[in-house]
């Protein structure tokens, strides 16, 4: 064979090598691990941060939308106005937008969101978001005029969380199983108990994006986890469940690691009905039995900043209510007796998967069992959850986080799982939700926290962490979660 037969060989199989790598760095799939799988994938109609986590900002968009420091940026409203008197907003809307269906967006849609968030059979996890509006109206096609009842130092952030999000009256009721949104992404296949896959959206209208696919991995176990990363099976865990591993990743250039902060008050929640926790000497009594830290390293390997209310440390209203009920084991004790439980009682524990719960629960028997409260362990699964305890509320005790952002006002609803009843407390949420100076806020917040805490409404445990991890050729991926969602649209290879 001639040398230049071989040098056109060479050529060629260089010109395929080169072809090959390029269509492959141009697919620029990426593919992330989340601990839940959601029940659905409706961010209307469910209260499972697991949904947020896969369709907010990527499948729906909001009038606003939240970035990854808490701020609020336009959406599907490129600007708006707002009356000197705080109680008039005038969205105006991005034109030439459709849906992954193809329908068009415009006012229509946005009212028909609003009404239906709205209505007296709304299934909305947040639907007193929207309680705070007397009227919302079309001037045009691209144009929503919102009236509220009083000012809201909170409705543009409120109207950019994935509950609000712009659904289409032609698909809205099919959005659990086949999500249709105007965002970046289109929902392409779900593989129960394994993956959910998202197909970036070819009509999108803004800002380009860099992925063309997204696989969600549902992974809970936390040994799993580590190997799926290791192995390169994932690409990214924006929140990792094996905290105790991190020092792995943290050491291999192959990774990046960031810690961040999240809206995850992790709670021993109560059911403040149910006997013997309606007694505030019992809850006071186990207030004064947690160990925070002892839970925080034993659970989360010292991820996590203890609280003493419902209310995030980064929050600049935050107030710290640690010592409202210091860890004092004989003053536990005789709160107890007073309360008629000098003997202790015998009580259940249900623990969803994630492993803050699971491990936290074997942590949290064993402080009670010093003042006589024996905890059943009872392991459930994320959807048993969602039906026997967060919505008929059939149980003494839970583990969970809420990651819902500035989220103190569901203790003003006596039918929230809680089941917390106190009408001192809901004129306190009037209040704040009446007050737009940032001082008066702040004030009212202080106070709201305060009175949590006195009330021992819950067992109030730790601020969850963002343990981040990814391959570090991504960029893009959020270090902090100022709300529930794994932003898409930034995210991109480096390399």
């Given at each position: 064979m001639h040398l230049h037969h071989l040098k056109k060989i060479f050529l060629s199989l260089v010109l395929v090598v080169f072809s090959l790598s390029n269509v492959y760095a141009q697919s620029s799939e990426i593919k992330l691990g989340i601990v839940l799988e959601p029940p659905h994938l409706d961010p209307t109609a469910g209260a499972a941060a697991a949904i947020d986590e896969v369709v907010y900002a990527n499948v729906f968009e909001g009038l606003t939308r939240i970035d990854e420091n808490g701020?609020?940026?336009?959406?599907?409203?490129?600007?708006?106005?707002?009356?000197?008197d705080n109680l008039s907003y005038t969205f105006f809307l991005k034109e030439n937008v459709t849906f992954h269906d193809g329908e068009k967006f415009d006012s229509s849609d946005v009212l028909f969101t609003f009404d239906r968030a709205m209505s007296e059979d709304s299934v909305n996890a947040q639907k007193g978001i929207f309680a705070v509006i007397e009227e919302a109206r079309a001037v045009d096609e691209y144009t929503i005029a919102i009236q509220l009842k009083r000012p809201s130092g909170d409705f543009l952030f409120n109207i950019g969380r994935g509950d609000a999000v712009i659904v289409s009256k032609k698909s809205a009721n099919a959005n659990k199983t086949n999500p249709i949104g105007t965002g970046p992404f289109r929902f392409s296949s779900w593989n129960k108990g394994s993956k959910l896959v998202l197909e970036a959206f070819d009509n999108y209208v803004g800002d380009p994006i860099s992925l063309t696919k997204a696989s969600f991995i549902f992974i809970s176990d936390p040994n799993t986890a580590i190997a799926?990363?290791?192995?390169?099976?994932?690409?990214?865990?924006?929140?990792?469940?094996?905290?105790?591993?991190?020092?792995?990743?943290?050491?291999?250039?192959r990774f990046n690691v960031v810690i961040g902060t999240t809206e995850g008050e992790t709670i021993l929640a109560t059911n403040n009905k149910a006997t013997p926790f309606n007694n505030l000497k019992v809850r006071q009594a186990i207030a004064h039995t947690i160990d925070r830290k002892a839970i925080i390293d034993g659970a989360m390997f010292g991820y996590g900043t203890p609280i003493g209310s419902h209310f995030a440390p980064?929050?600049?209203?935050y107030i710290d209510k640690v010592n409202t009920y210091p860890l004092d084991l004989e003053k536990a004790k005789q709160l107890l007796a007073e309360a008629g439980y000098e003997n202790g009682f015998k009580a259940t524990l249900k623990l969803p998967p994630p492993p803050y719960a699971r491990r936290g629960g074997q942590i949290i028997a064993s402080q009670l069992r010093q003042i006589g409260i024996e905890l059943e362990l009872i392991n459930i699964e994320w959807a048993q959850w969602i039906e026997d305890v967060f919505t008929k509320k059939n149980y003494d005790l839970t583990i969970v986080s809420h990651v819902e952002p500035f989220d103190i006002?569901?203790?003003?609803?006596?039918?929230?799982?809680?089941?917390?009843?106190n009408e001192d407390f809901r004129a306190i949420m009037v209040q704040l939700e009446n007050t737009t100076n940032d001082d008066g806020r702040r004030a009212l917040a202080y106070y709201a926290q305060d009175f949590l805490a006195r009330h021992a409404v819950n067992g109030y445990l730790f601020q969850l962490a963002k343990t981040g991890v990814w391959n570090a050729n991504i960029d893009g991926m959020w270090a902090n979660a100022p709300v529930e969602g794994n932003d898409l649209s930034q995210m991109k290879w480096v390399k």
């Open positions: 701020a609020v940026l336009p959406s599907l409203a490129t600007n708006w106005e707002i009356s000197s799926a990363m290791l192995a390169g099976d994932i690409d990214g865990f924006p929140i990792f469940p094996a905290p105790e591993s991190m020092d792995i990743f943290a050491n291999d250039d980064h929050n600049p209203y006002g569901i203790y003003a609803n006596p039918d929230y799982y809680f089941q917390f009843d």
